[in-house]
């Protein structure tokens, strides 16, 4: 990952997708609701960073912007990977390790691209529950824009998703703030 470009957002991303249940939770998130993993962590990062709460109008925007990228290479790139995980290893190891390789390179461009959308000035002092609430408000923006109306399963996800990015609170003061 050294070709990588640095960004705080991508080093955010990886952190905290390592993290105990967010991979699944943002496949889930991904598979049940269509929802693009760097959107969901993008939301987090805004609100982890004390940026401001997106607007329902600005994250439309930037779905827009970021939609033609995500169709024509990433979800391509994925769907080329899970094919690969079906065939033989002696025939698909060495082509599927490169598929995937080529996926995280343009989730990394996505990731700058919606960095260079929108991204407000930090303010790191402003308190964690506050900067939580900002997390929570985008991603409820985000369920917005997909038409989704959480249930159950969404607030679980997004708690774990949550409890990722927000390592200094409880697990408890999570669920309690999506209505767990």
């Known amino acids: 990952m050294s070709d ?14 390592a993290a105990e249940g967010v991979s699944g939770a943002c496949l889930d998130l991904q598979e049940r609701r269509g929802c693009d993993v760097n959107v969901l962590l993008f939301c987090c990062w805004l609100g ?3 940026r401001p709460t997106l607007s329902a109008d600005r994250l439309r925007a ?4 970021i939609g033609p990228w ?6 391509p790139l994925r769907e080329v990977r899970r094919r ?4 033989p290893p ?4 060495a082509t599927r390790r490169r598929v995937a390789d080529a996926e995280l390179a343009a989730e990394h461009a996505e990731q700058l691209k919606l960095v260079g959308l929108y991204s407000p000035p930090s303010d ?4 964690v529950e506050k900067r939580l609430r900002a997390a929570i408000g985008n991603l409820g923006v985000y369920a917005v824009c997909l038409g989704v109306t959480p249930d ?4 679980r996800a997004v708690a774990a998703l949550l409890k990722g990015a927000f390592p200094a609170l409880s697990a408890a003061e999570i669920d309690r703030a999506v209505g767990l």
């Not at 995500?70 to 979800?75: F, S």
């Open 70 to 75: 995500q169709a024509a290479i990433v979800q």
């Open 4 to 17: 990588f470009l640095p960004h705080p957002f991508w080093n955010f991303s990886l952190e905290i997708y």
């Open 84 to 87: 690969l995980k079906d065939m």
């Open 48 to 50: 982890a960073s004390g």
């Open 90 to 93: 002696e025939i698909a190891d």
């Open 152 to 155: 159950e399963a969404d607030r």
């Open 124 to 127: 790191r002092d402003r308190p």
């Open 62 to 65: 930037i779905l827009a912007e």
